[in-house]
């Protein structure tokens, strides 16, 4: 199984200084008719647990209101059968614990709280993710 690389950037976060990082998953449906809510649990074809599934990307730290993140590795794909395409980015308001908070949640989200921000993965002309506030 091929894996890829991203190199992304996320623009727009508040310009505080401060040391607790949001965590960026990938969800499983591509789904904003409830805001962020609708857009379901992370991705999680292998059904494994937090943060080894292919919706993890780790915690984020924003500098001057951009977050820079480079991740290699990864099982989730573009085409094929772990495509991202058309599901959802979800921006969440904690610092994820990575599965080491000692309960159900952890194991399957990170305790990464509640879900600021979202987006759906797809093609457009220029090629960009837009992330709508709810």
């Not at 919706?55 to 085409?79: H, Q, R």
């Not at 991202?84 to 994820?96: F, L, N, T, W, Y």
Request: proline share 4%; hydrophobic share 35%.
């Amino acid at each position: 199984m091929e894996s890829w690389r991203v190199y992304s950037i996320w623009m727009g976060f508040l310009q505080v200084p401060t040391c607790l990082g949001e965590q960026i998953h990938i969800h499983q449906y591509g789904d904003l008719s409830d805001s962020c809510d609708s857009a379901g649990g992370h991705y999680n074809p292998f059904k494994v647990n937090h943060p080894s599934h292919p919706g993890d990307f780790g915690n984020f730290y924003s500098k001057e209101g951009k977050i820079i993140k480079y991740k290699a590795n990864l099982v989730a794909t573009l085409f094929g059968p772990y495509t991202i395409m058309g599901r959802s980015v979800v921006v969440h308001v904690q610092e994820d614990d990575l599965g080491k908070g000692n309960n159900k949640a952890s194991l399957e989200n990170g305790n990464a709280g509640k879900r600021l921000a979202c987006c759906v993965i797809g093609t457009s002309q220029v090629g960009v993710c837009t992330l709508f506030l709810f």
